[in-house]
């Protein structure tokens, strides 16, 4: 697999990789403590989504999306 591939995968942007080949490694460091940060807020956000959708199989309330807020019920980041 090519580099420009793996990095893809990772969710990088074409500037994010483009400094990831081209940058020095303070600057390919600082790219990847950032995206790591964000992959750990998405990761946190799809958590929560599966979370409520196994809630939304199992409810059986007509309203059971209004059961609770998201952020208190299924752990929703807050913003
Ligand atoms: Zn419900």
Known sequence: MRR???????GL??????LLLDGDVEQRRS?????AAHLDR???????????IGHVIDCRRDDC???A???DTFGFPRA
Do not use: F, V
């Open 13 to 18: 942007s074409l500037e994010q990789i483009r």
């Open 65 to 67: 999306i209004d059961c």
């Open 42 to 52: 998405r990761a946190a956000e799809i958590t929560a989504a599966r979370q409520m």
């Open 31 to 35: 790219l990847a403590l950032a995206h």
């Open 69 to 71: 807020t998201p952020h």
């Open 4 to 10: 420009s591939q793996c990095a893809k995968i990772a």
